[in-house]
């Protein structure tokens, strides 16, 4: 890796959300500009599916289609790996993207002509379906594409692309429903998801060569069973514990959503009053969700700008796993022990920020060090069947907690845990496998130096603007980049008039007149796993 590279003013930009390499820029942008199109699609999509639905059908039918989607999916993913064997990498992701589209414009061409309750009913399947699917296929082809190191610097800053889509989509939905009706919004559904695809095979050349995944051989990893993406989670440890991972992280997740509705429910009843009629509890109601809603999406934002890369730098993904089951199993055990509403609903918010954001990407980026196989095949089952299993289990939870044991919200939240020490523990048996896999595929190598730079020589009042030699420094490790320390050779800080950029290894400032004749300067480079080189130089007063 280069020293002192020279940056766009967009990768200069993005250096305040993580580590970036000159020349990823590009494809940065055109990976983030996907995943926004895509979550801006299926947040429109989303709130259609629950408005065709509940128009046509009573409440409880919604709970019959989660679980006929759970059954859709059994049968999608032997679908998906036949397909697989035949069309693989960048051109699979483009075909379900277009196949996609184009039944989001079957959708806008039946609306006209719905009746009954059946158009609601297998609209809501099909965007849960799609929901699962086609965000699955994007970081699949993203894991694919970047190699290991490259893949935790990028995925915070792309993922931030995604969240901000969400935002967007469900912004428009609501603004334009009214206004527009229905179906304006399901042709920009379509038109959204469309465009996203236009990106693929540009986003894909833009990856530069250091920071993409090796070449595997053509036709490797294909899966050539009748039971397609299931016998790849199976027969690896790796991916069974991410599945059982997942399907903790849902089930304790749509539990701990039924607590919170439950205390809100309790909250609105102490607020209004016994003798409140509905529509006072429903304002209620209604304004502590707004709420609730409104902060989970401006600390996800701010926790995914400004909070994953250092994490990922602070303790790594293994440590990023733990992350949220500590949080969790903090909440659930302060509504079991300590039933203040406030803490528990501040709490809770920061739960699902922290899932929405750092838990969203890490689950991306554990999939960096797998074969392709379980890039597409493996990761599309997970996303797809055992993500739906975990809210069959949590229903089950409920259900027997309700009519068996007779639970009320602290037997729900110590249920909640309880699962929640099993989830740290299955989150650390993924670390120690992560690393392992990480370190089989990149084993790290600390920076060299391979040059003494030259003495800098300045003049009291002048303007300094002096940028480390590229040559100085070099990292072989692909898809590592270095960031920088500077300090006097003494290990004293530089002088407060001397400014340093730590990414470009650039040194700025005005030579005060009571310069010191000369001045020793240390430059230290730092890799991603915290190995060091260093340098140094003298900064000499010019002699007239």
Known sequence: MAGAPEYSPFERAVQ???????????????????????????YVLKALRESFLLAGAAAEVRSYAVAANGLVLMALIPLYSAIRRRIDGARLVRLVGVFFAANILAFAAAYPFRSGRWFGIVFF???????????????????????????????????????????????????????????????????LLGASTALIRPEVAAIPELSRAAPAAPGTGRVHSVFGGFQVVFRSRYLLLVAGFVVLLNCIGSTGDYLLAALIKARAEALAGAEAVLAQREAIIGSLYARYQLWVTLLGVLVQALVVSRVYRAVGVRGALLVLPAIALFVYGAIAFVPVFTMIYVAKILESATNYSLMNTTQQTLYLPTSAAEKFDGKTTIDTFFWRFGDIVQAGVVFVGLNVFGFGTRGFALVNAALCVAWVGVAVLIGRRYTALSRAETHNTAPLRQREPADLVVRPGQRIDHALPAETFFDPDPGDVLAYEARLANGTPLPRWLAFDCAAARLTGIAPEDLAFEERIEIIAIDMDGATASAVFTMRRAVF
């Not at 699949?140 to 993922?159: D, E, V, W, Y």
């Open 16 to 42: 305040v959300l993580t580590r970036v390499r000159a020349g990823e820029g590009r494809c940065i942008a055109l990976f983030a500009a996907h995943a926004f199109l895509i979550m801006a699609s299926y």
């Open 125 to 191: 399947i099909w965007v849960s379906v799609y929901g699962l699917m086609v965000v699955a296929q994007f970081w699949a082809l993203a894991a694919n594409h970047f190699n290991t190191k490259s893949g935790q610097r990028l995925f915070p800053a792309i993922m931030l692309g995604a969240t901000l889509g969400s935002l967007v989509g469900a912004q428009l939905t609501d603004l334009a429903i009214t206004r527009l009706g229905p179906l304006p919004l399901l042709l920009l559904g379509a038109a």
